[in-house]
């Protein structure tokens, strides 16, 4: 079965770094690209940035571009984002997703992992 | 950034209704349109891609149409299940926009 299977639910204060975990299985990790996608409490989808797990090739939105990190290590089939401050307004869901054609960096997402909740609060 | 406006935010049709909401491309995207559905706590779901194309398993109630700027998701016979959150998504270029959301209830 192809799947990601992100890491759990996590509570910070404001200040903390983090890095949660999104990891491929059933399919060849790195053929296919990886989005991260962001939903705060009660809002709608935003696309934070992708990363090409065969190279760590990244881009970013410009609305997430220097507070999170994205990064993989293709020996572990495994993305992450990663924030080394965080702030109350990080408190969401986060997705990871597989763009659904293989190498294709811009794409529609056929896999989503099942949310990191991310809750900071002091 | 290419921005995608969904209509309505929200609506409230009977079982069997045809629904249909729009979605808006400030400029052009061909047909890198996908439509996603998200139901109650739960994860979102692919139902169409390149604007028409059905995912693997989505019931055949469920169309899209549309090109260029303009696009639509239809339901042509509303079921209770299919009460969630519908997202457009523009993929022709980066960043990578959804569409605000449609909340759809019987």
């Known amino acids: 079965e192809v799947q990601l299977v992100q890491s759990g639910s996590e509570v910070k204060k404001p200040g903390e770094s983090l890095r949660i975990s999104c990891k491929g299985s059933?399919?060849?990790?790195?053929?296919?690209?990886i989005s991260w996608v962001r939903q705060m409490p009660g809002k709608g989808l935003e696309w934070m940035g992708r990363?090409?797990?065969?190279?760590?090739?990244?881009s970013y939105s410009p609305s997430f571009q220097g507070h999170v990190t994205i990064s993989a290590d293709k020996a572990f089939s495994t993305a992450y984002l990663q924030w080394s401050s965080l702030k109350a307004s990080d408190t969401a869901m986060y997705y990871c997703?597989?763009?659904?054609?293989?190498?294709?960096?811009?794409?529609?997402?056929?896999?989503w992992g099942q949310g990191t909740m991310v809750t900071v609060s002091s | 950034d290419i921005q995608m406006t969904q209509s309505p935010s929200s609506l409230s049709a009977s079982v069997g209704d045809r629904v249909t909401i729009t979605c808006r491309a400030s400029?052009?995207?061909?047909?890198?349109l996908a439509w996603y559905q998200q139901k109650p706590g739960k994860i979102p779901k692919l139902l169409i891609y390149?604007?028409?194309t059905l995912q693997s398993g989505v019931p055949s109630r469920f169309s899209g149409s549309g090109s260029g700027t303009y696009f639509a998701l239809t339901i042509t016979s509303l079921q209770p299940e299919d009460v969630a959150t519908y997202y457009c998504?523009?993929?022709?270029?980066?960043?990578?926009?959804f569409g605000g959301g449609t909340k759809v209830e019987i």
């Open positions: 400029q052009g995207i061909n047909n890198d």
């Open positions: 390149a604007a028409s």
């Open positions: 997703a597989r763009h659904r054609l293989k190498g294709v960096y811009v794409d529609a997402f056929d896999i």
């Open positions: 990363i090409d797990p065969s190279d760590s090739y990244t």
């Open positions: 998504q523009g993929y022709y270029s980066a960043p990578i926009t």
């Open positions: 059933g399919y060849s990790f790195t053929n296919y690209w």
